[in-house]
Nanobody, 122 residues
Framework: VQLQASGGGLVQAGGSLRLSCVAS????????VGWFRQAPGKEREFVAA????????YYGDSAKGRFAISRDNAKKTVYLQMYRLKPEDTGVYYC????????????????WGQGTLVTVSS
């Protein structure tokens, strides 16, 4: 599986962005696609995840109430819609895929995209 993340950019605080993660190659219905982010000088953290076979999303604390994850199986694409962005949302956002038991666990994901940079100015 190859993953291509896109949609990052510079946005003012309070603005919105939509990230896309396009998967190519073989995908499995029970696999999850997750978004993680890494702020400068910090460890990578879980943001959100969704499985190809389910509409139930999973969110990290930083994403709850502001971000929405969705998928389009026909396009093999997972989206992360981000609203009311804050400067602390700044970082490189990675999408990852894998047959995860625990979607928040980074090590459960076997495939990673290259990341897309989100910068939120105050």
């Amino acid at each position: 599986v190859q993953l291509q993340a896109s949609g990052g950019g510079l946005v003012q605080a309070g603005g919105s962005l939509r990230l896309s993660c396009v998967a190519s190659g073989r995908t499995f219905s029970d696999d999850a696609v997750g978004w993680f982010r890494q702020a400068p000088g910090k460890e990578r953290e879980f943001v959100a995840a969704i499985r190809w076979s389910s509409n139930s999303p999973y969110y990290g604390d930083s994403a709850k109430g502001r971000f929405a994850i969705s998928r389009d199986n026909a396009k093999k694409t997972v989206y992360l819609q981000m609203y009311r962005l804050k400067p602390e949302d700044t970082g490189v956002y990675y999408c990852a895929a894998g047959s995860t038991d625990i979607v928040t666990r980074e090590s459960d994901y076997g495939y990673w995209g290259q990341g897309t940079l989100v910068t939120v100015s105050s």
